[in-house]
């Protein structure tokens, strides 16, 4: 089996801690990925949320490298930013052996979860039957929600295979 080869994480030592520096170059491999190419997962094209942009960056763009429950007051998250290469070798390369890809409902949202579980990190997509929404992306910090993912994709499986 041929190793699933990630980017190499971008840090904010790498701009000196420059974080102005830093957020720019993180949302230029943001803008390359997904903005400037049109990358698709499992054939259905990738559209991005882009409204209501903020300091002229798409939305989908803070859900990636933002995190808070109130989107107003969404916060950088350095996890989050150091991995933004990570989503589309991931979307692209869903069906490889190392990532666990499920189906699950939030509301009525359509929900497609795609788990690398040695990285800790998870992207989530939005089936919106024409296109693949990119939700949301982020490294997991915590084994017990690691534990949560895994159980639910077991759970999945059991049902698609029964």
Known sequence: MEEL???DLITLEEFEGNFA???EAVYQIFKND???SKPS???????????PYVDG???TFYHFTHDGDIE???LPNLRRMERIGYPRPIIESSEHPSLKVWRNKRGTKDRILILHEEERYLVILEDRRDYILPWTAY???HQNKINRLILEYETFIKTETA
């Open 34 to 36: 997904f903005v400037d």
């Open 5 to 7: 080869v990630l980017p």
């Open 21 to 23: 520096d830093f957020f």
């Open 41 to 51: 997962f499992q054939g259905k094209r990738l559209r991005l949320k882009c409204h």
């Open 139 to 141: 490294y997991i910090e």
């Open 57 to 59: 960056k798409e939305y």
């Open 72 to 74: 107003i007051e969404r």
